[in-house]
């Protein structure tokens, strides 16, 4: 941090990201609601289940706003390293033995991605590949989204709604996958998860995981930091 920086926090010490309380990035009780043990869940919308470290409470709300729209950058540890652990726990569900694993963010709006210098999915998912270095992790930024009203307080059907036909594929950057690494070729098929911040009904990721399958991309599940409740019913917890 340079010398102006350290100023700055002098003069507005920072805060906790997740309730606001202490002089730290995160507290200890922020810290542990990233901790959760991983829950799956099958969501009203879309057929791929969807894994959580978490709960989707207001905490976590101020966490992700916090990194996405207010350059918390210093919290981006923990957030992807929740994010890993609901890669490897969805591994699991999915009976992983071996191969290519592909993630693929949900996407932000050009608007968004001009407004936070990038897309936070695609950081946290990079991240999670950086701290994850035993797990053959590939982070591919081919999904795009036209701009949709804000999803915070919206029922499940409008949900469904904001988001249906409201994504695209970027062709540039799916050319960059090569060949041999779709499931038709491979000679160990890789495993392919849709990643996002948090998801309540799953509309979200129920359209991401629709388009990629139109290029013959096919996730096995969605993996995120925090579940809602608008889920039909939540799986049995895991022990990672």
Known sequence: MGLLGEFGELLLPRRCAGCGRESVSLCTSCLQLLGGIPRAMEPRYGRIPIVGVCEYDSRISRMVVGFKDEGRRDILDPLALALARSIVAA??????????????????????????????????????????????????????????????????????????????????????????????????????????????????????????????????AGVVLGLGRGGTRFVSPFTV
Do not use: C, M, W
């Open 91 to 220: 591994l699991d569900l999915t009976g992983y033995i071996g191969g290519g694993i592909r993630l693929f963010p949900a996407p932000s709006s050009e608007r968004a991605r001009r407004r936070r210098g990038g897309s936070h999915t695609v950081s946290l998912a990079e991240r999670a590949s950086e701290l994850s270095p035993e797990l053959p992790l590939e982070v591919h930024d081919v999904l795009l989204a036209r701009g949709t009203r804000d999803q915070v307080g919206l029922g499940a059907h409008d949900r469904a709604r904001n988001v249906a036909r409201t994504q695209y594929l970027d062709h540039a950057e799916l050319a960059k996958i090569r060949p041999n690494q779709t499931r038709s070729e491979a000679s160990e098929p890789s495993v392919d998860l849709v990643v996002d911040d948090f998801s309540t009904t799953g509309a979200t990721l129920a359209e991401s995981a629709r388009l990629l399958a139109s290029v013959q991309i096919r996730p096995a």
